[in-house]
């Protein structure tokens, strides 16, 4: 699989839809150089599906792992997906990047298509707040189930509070550590 | 907080209790002896067979990402080191790549084979280290004794090579921090080997054992086709059949000039059954292709140069002015490890960072993997994939009725209280003499 076919496939599917894609290809290896490409692209939630379901009629697929930000007003996912493994230098990483409001962060989910989505998926739910439509299950999977807090969200009030607590104890403030030497 | 757990959870009893009358509900773990790490499982039984399982991960889970986003670069790579405590090699391996490809750092040759070699005694080390717990977990306490004796050596080589047995800091950004100079190659070729020379004894003690083999063909299978829809990775996947091994398909480093092949028991002249026995066999024949890999590189690794960046302090400036984001992957001894990262000018930390683990990847396989197996096989399953929690997750939980977060500063009050009871036993003269 090359770059090229899955970019072809994808804006043959989502046409103007797919936002400024970009191929990157590197030059890996010195005595049988090769080379591997990385497709970057963003899409809108409404187009993820049909994406998907796109690269996966092209050849077989993996999704890496969904890599998630707090930008502001928005919140960032990044679809990391191998697709054509198998084969010598045959596989391109695809990432789709998507951004959706703070007010409304839903998401299709990917469960009904690839069901091996399910734990990044959870992961993003505890840890950004987005809401996956149509996920199987959506019980914390690596917090506690009391923790109140997304981590990775910045505007958490909360979540302060809790690094606050973790960086007095490191003596980046004055309580905390100053205190445990004087007990120790 | 969003979703309570409990009605949900309730839901799912009712399910399981009306679909079978007979099941009996056994929780075991986040502490039990199928794996020395945390993590639970909740099994509905009927008679000695499972009926469905829930997995709960979550009890070792560190916050290392968040950390991550604090610190500099540099400072990153040894956390990252510190993810995972058995293929410590694996996270730095990954992200520096995603950085070098974030920052536009060219690596010299040389250092691309020594991540190599480094990679490679990791994945001996550890596939010998799982065949151990393995044996363990079947019983069979002579072979987990005889193969992590036999594991020694590559320990000593690795401490040899990097100063250290576990967590080497030798990736750094631009290359590698230590040489293999050639003075070392014979000590490292004899290492080969003495593996090469156990193959043979591997393949009687593990393969041809009717007691092994008893105890894992037809146990733990995962089918090709849940192996690809679940997205499994590593040993798990290529037992299953899956040639995906990302050293093959998206090389980097030295890999594509090793010409490194996916295995899968096909190689080894079996049908693929995607069984617990077929994980032993693809873990033994990576086994040999490490050594193989190993020498290849002895052979054709090019002089020259090991870092782009000799003084460390130029490297941090480099990446404080780099901007943009990388992916970096690497095909760890239990499957695919990818990290991600974006850096921005003027910051010394990444803004963001992802780690994924292949454990993370090997969850989801095990619900299939569990599914009407026996009780007694619950162990064997569970270390099949070559589970590693502490590495997927990255707050400390007691459990005692109800879930509680232990912080720091009372686990380090109560390690205090328990030096203040023995020093109170030893007397003031030892107190003295000890500075305590």
């Known amino acids: 699989m090359r770059a090229g076919e899955v970019l072809a496939a994808l804006q043959g599917r989502l046409g103007e839809r797919l936002r400024n894609p970009e191929v990157k290809a590197e030059t890996v290896g010195y005595r049988r150089p090769r080379e591997r490409e990385c497709l970057w692209a963003e899409i809108a939630r409404e187009d993820l599906l049909e994406a998907v379901r796109t690269l996966k009629e092209l050849a077989p697929l993996h999704i890496s792992i969904i890599s998630g930000a707090d930008v502001g007003d928005r919140i960032e996912l990044i679809y990391h997906f191998a697709v054509g493994y198998g084969t010598e230098t045959g596989e391109v990483m695809v990432n789709l990047r998507l951004t959706v409001p703070k007010d409304d962060p839903v998401v299709p989910s990917l469960c009904d298509l690839i069901p091996g989505a399910q734990t990044t998926e959870r992961e993003k739910i505890e840890f950004l707040g987005v809401e996956f439509q149509g996920i199987p299950d959506t019980r914390k999977l690596f917090l506690p189930d009391d923790l109140a807090v997304h981590p990775w969200r910045k505007d958490e009030p909360e979540l302060a509070g809790y690094v606050r607590r973790t960086v007095a104890w490191e003596e980046k403030g004055d309580e905390g550590k100053g205190e445990a030497r004087r007990e120790g | ?436």
């Open chain 2, 1 to 436: 907080m969003r979703e309570k757990v409990k009605p949900e959870e309730k839901a799912e009893a009712n399910e399981i209790a009306q679909a079978c009358s007979t099941c009996f509900e056994v929780p075991i773990g986040p502490i039990h002896p199928a794996l020395k790490e945390g993590i639970r499982f909740t099994f509905w039984i009927e008679g000695e067979r499972i009926r469905k399982v829930d997995i709960r991960p979550g009890f070792m889970h560190r916050g290392i990402e968040f950390m991550g986003t604090k610190r500099n670069l540099i400072q990153v790579l040894y956390l990252a080191e510190r993810i995972c405590g058995i293929c410590s090699i694996s996270h730095p391996l990954a992200i520096v790549q995603a950085v070098e490809q974030a920052a536009g750092i060219e690596v010299p040759p040389r250092a691309q084979y020594i991540r190599v070699i480094i990679g490679e005694l990791e994945r001996i080390h550890s596939h010998l280290l799982w065949a151990g717990v393995a044996a363990h977990e079947l019983g069979f306490d002579t072979l987990l004794h005889y193969v992590w004796k036999v594991r020694e050596p590559v320990l000593d080589i690795l401490e040899d090579l990097t100063g250290n047995r576990i967590n080497y800091a030798i990736p750094i950004y631009g290359g590698v921090r230590r040489d293999v100079p050639p003075e070392k190659y014979p000590v490292l070729k004899d290492a080969l080997r003495y593996y090469r020379s156990l193959v043979d004894d591997f393949v009687n003690f593990f393969l041809r054992d009717p007691s092994i083999e008893a105890r894992t063909r037809g146990v733990g299978v995962l089918t090709p086709a849940e192996a690809d829809s679940l997205c499994a990775v590593g040993p798990t996947a290529r037992a299953s059949g899956l040639r995906k091994d990302v050293r093959q398909d998206w090389p980097y480093f030295a890999y594509p000039d090793l010409e490194v092949k996916a295995i899968t028991p096909e190689d080894m002249g079996l049908e693929v059954r995607g069984d617990v026995y077929d994980r032993i066999v693809v873990r033994l024949l990576e086994v040999v292709q490490s050594i193989e890999i190993i020498e290849r590189c002895l052979e054709e690794m090019p002089d020259g140069e090991i870092t782009a960046f000799p003084k460390v302090a130029a490297l941090l400036a480099h990446l404080k002015k780099a901007e943009g984001e990388g992916i970096g992957r690497h095909e760890a001894p239990r499957g695919e490890v990818i990290h991600y990262i974006r850096l921005q000018a003027g910051e010394e930390a990444p803004v963001v960072w992802k780690v994924k683990a292949p454990t993370y990847s090997n969850l989801m396989p095990w619900y299939p993997m569990f599914r009407d197996q026996e009780i007694a096989d619950i162990p064997i399953v569970a270390a099949s994939i070559d589970p590693c929690i502490c590495c997927m997750e990255r707050v400390q939980i007691v459990r005692d009725g109800r879930a509680e977060t232990m912080w720091r500063e009372e686990l380090l009050r109560l390690s205090w209280d328990k030096t203040r009871r023995i020093v109170g036993g030893l007397g003031a003269s030892h107190v003295a003499r000890e500075g305590i």
